[in-house]
């Protein structure tokens, strides 16, 4: 997609009910499983980031992320010069990370359950927010419990998903997540390197010219 140009990525009729696809070993994608509990998610969303406001955080290396984060629940992960790791207090604000929403752990698990991994109780929800042109480098997520699945919603603008398997130099793929899309990776698939391509610049009905993504994870 050319960078720059206006698309409207509102999602056409009739992909709500799509099948599941198997991405992967243990990698499910579930087109529109979420897309009409979207508002009532970005409402959620709003309600933590009051509390906990969205912020660019600042990599190892001295690299200032453009994705903007905030999370809510007992543990969020943070990244400062000293490193990567989960806090149970947000720096920015010193006090506890807002609980969860009853509505987003309940969401979670139910998706979670829909790939197979009965019982998914999240004790972290990371919020990701990609303005026109922000993106998330090839990475593996290795700094939670790996014997649980990770949870993975998108809202607003679409985006281009990079997936390099679990070897940093398989090929990598693209799909396109889209508002209301879930993806589920546990198993086989959990330490995948992946990332997210530039955000285009669009317009989403529900969120003007940003993408969230919400990330469900278990770090205790
Ligand atoms: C594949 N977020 O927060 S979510 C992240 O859209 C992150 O904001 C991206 O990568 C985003 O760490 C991608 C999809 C995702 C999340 C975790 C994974 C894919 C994954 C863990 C293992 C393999
Ligand atoms: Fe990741």
């Known amino acids: 997609m050319t960078q720059g140009m206006l698309f409207n990525t509102e999602e056409p009729p009739g992909r709500r009910d799509a099948p599941a696809q198997a991405l992967a070993p243990g990698a499910w994608l579930f087109p529109g499983l979420v897309h009409a509990r979207a508002p009532a998610l970005l409402s959620a969303i709003g309600e933590v980031v009051r509390r906990a406001p969205l912020r660019h955080m600042t990599t190892p290396g001295g690299g200032r992320m453009s994705v903007g984060m905030s999370g809510c629940g007992a543990r969020v992960w943070v990244s400062d010069a000293a490193g990567y790791r989960y806090e149970t207090h947000d720096p920015r604000t010193g006090r506890p990370w807002p609980p969860m929403p009853a509505l987003l752990r309940d969401i979670a698990g139910e998706c979670a359950q829909k790939a197979g991994y009965d019982g998914f109780v999240p004790d972290s929800g990371l919020i990701n927010r990609y303005g026109p042109g922000d993106r998330m480098g090839l990475h593996q997520d290795r700094d939670e419990r790996r014997d649980a699945p990770i949870v993975s919603i998108s809202l607003g603008v679409s985006a281009v998903f990079l997936w390099g398997g679990v070897t940093r130099s398989d090929p990598v793929r693209r799909i396109v997540m889209r508002n209301g899309d879930v ?32 990330t469900f994870r278990r770090t205790a």
């Open 183 to 214: 993806v589920v990776w546990g198993g086989p698939s959990r330490l995948a390197w992946h990332g997210i391509a530039p955000v285009p610049q669009a317009q989403h009905p529900l969120c003007g010219d940003v993408r969230y993504n919400l």
